[in-house]
């Protein structure tokens, strides 16, 4: 028989129950469950598969328990270590291909495809370390060799060859404007000695301010600073056009033209170089150092000094003062980081008035010179609109005092000397007028008259 009929249908059903639950894998009994089995035989099969139900439920519970259990750490890592194993973590392991073996054959497009590429690495790889190479090379100091073909070119920039250029035209309007003949010779000897006056003593200049013409983005690419040539042969060069300047100028033409130029080049690399990093008189004396050029031409033509030659020295020495008063305004910043005390850096506002005074006293000047018998009256009259244009701009910059109205003072400054200069000339007494009213004045020309009469 079997245990269904035995133990009867009242005794089957928690047989049956047990069976169910373990074949269902259903583990978890409910409590109201209980209380339906006998209270006799039953009570045996409802404990046993109480316990059973209770023993997997506890196993079960701890298998959960352990698999969610969480290891504790040793101890706490330090932010040393933490710093490490985050740097671990950031690392990135590239794998490499390994290359195909020689005797595998490969596709035509295939291994030309890897031709172009590694070509193209190759030439980038290149490129880079040629770049890195090139920065390494800039960093580094190096000799800078010397070619004869640059050797012109490097010193006409040491000269300042503009500059000199403007200072021989100078002392060319000076010799022009002399109350006598015109002698080609000396007017040559004149300018070629001032042209090498002028060149040496621009080159001592360079010399001595290499250091601060360093920290100025308008003077670091000179010869000196760029070490494209050697001091000793800067200094050279200077004294090659220094001494035979000054020698044609005393032998070739008079000694006091001699003695001017070489008090020049004094002034100039013993006077005004030291003093632009000593205080603002440097301004007034760089204006003498430009006045000299035309008295020299003067006395070239003339071997005296006179009051033309004064006044000649009086209008240059005024027109230098709008002209680098409004430079200096617009390289102020470099100035001072150059080192350099100039009127513009530590008092702006006298450099705004220094150049509106010289630029109405250009308007006087030039009232003189038909007075002194040097031009006649139409000078004055053409040459106003020049000097009350600049005499505007020089307010302008007064008032404003910004870079826009330096900046249009500077380049008026450029054309307006020349332009006077031309005008001058232009209306310059003639050598024949001048004897005329010279004999006028001492009473010969009736002597003159009796002399052509028969």
Known sequence: MSAARRCGPARALPGLFAWHLRSTGVWHVPCPFVPLCPAASGRVIAFQCFNLLKRMYVTQCNKDL?????????????AFAELQQQEQ??????????????????????SRNE?????????????????????KEDRQWKEMKLELGDLPGILARLSKIKLTALVVSTASAGFAMAPVPFDPACFLLASLGTGLASCAANSINQFFE????????????????????????????????GVPGVALLALGVNPLTGALGAFNIFL?????????????????????VGA??????????????????????????????????????GLREEYSRGGYCMMSVTHPGLCRRVA???????????????????TTWTFPIISLPLNLYISYLGFRFYRAADRSSSRKLFFCSLWHLPLLLLVMFTCKKSFLEREEEGDVLTGNHGGAVEMRLP
């Open 115 to 135: 031709l172009v590429e590694m070509k193209s690495a190759v030439e980038t790889g290149d490129s880079v370390t040629a770049v890195r190479t090139e920065s």
């Open 89 to 110: 973590e950031k690392k990135v392991v590239y794998k490499i291909r390994p290359l195909s073996s020689a005797h595998q054959p490969l596709p035509e497009t295939s």
């Open 292 to 329: 000299i050029p035309p008295v020299m031409g003067w006395t070239a033509a003339t071997g005296s000094l006179d009051a033309g030659a004064l006044l000649l020295g009086g209008i240059l020495y005024s027109w230098q003062f709008p002209h680098f008063n409004a430079l200096s305004w």
């Open 356 to 374: 509106l005074r010289h630029c109405l006293a250009l308007v006087g000047l030039c009232t003189v010179a038909p007075v002194l018998d040097i």
């Open 66 to 78: 352990s698999q969610r259990a969480k290891p504790k750490s040793d101890s706490v890592a330090s």
């Open 210 to 241: 290499v250091p601060f013409d360093s920290n100025m983005n308008r003077t670091k690419n000179r010869p000196l600073v760029r070490g494209q040539i050697s001091p000793l042969l800067a200094v050279c060069f200077a004294a090659s056009c």
């Open 268 to 288: 100039y690399t013993c006077c005004y170089t030291p003093l632009k990093r000593m205080s603002i008189a440097n301004t007034w004396v760089g204006a003498v």
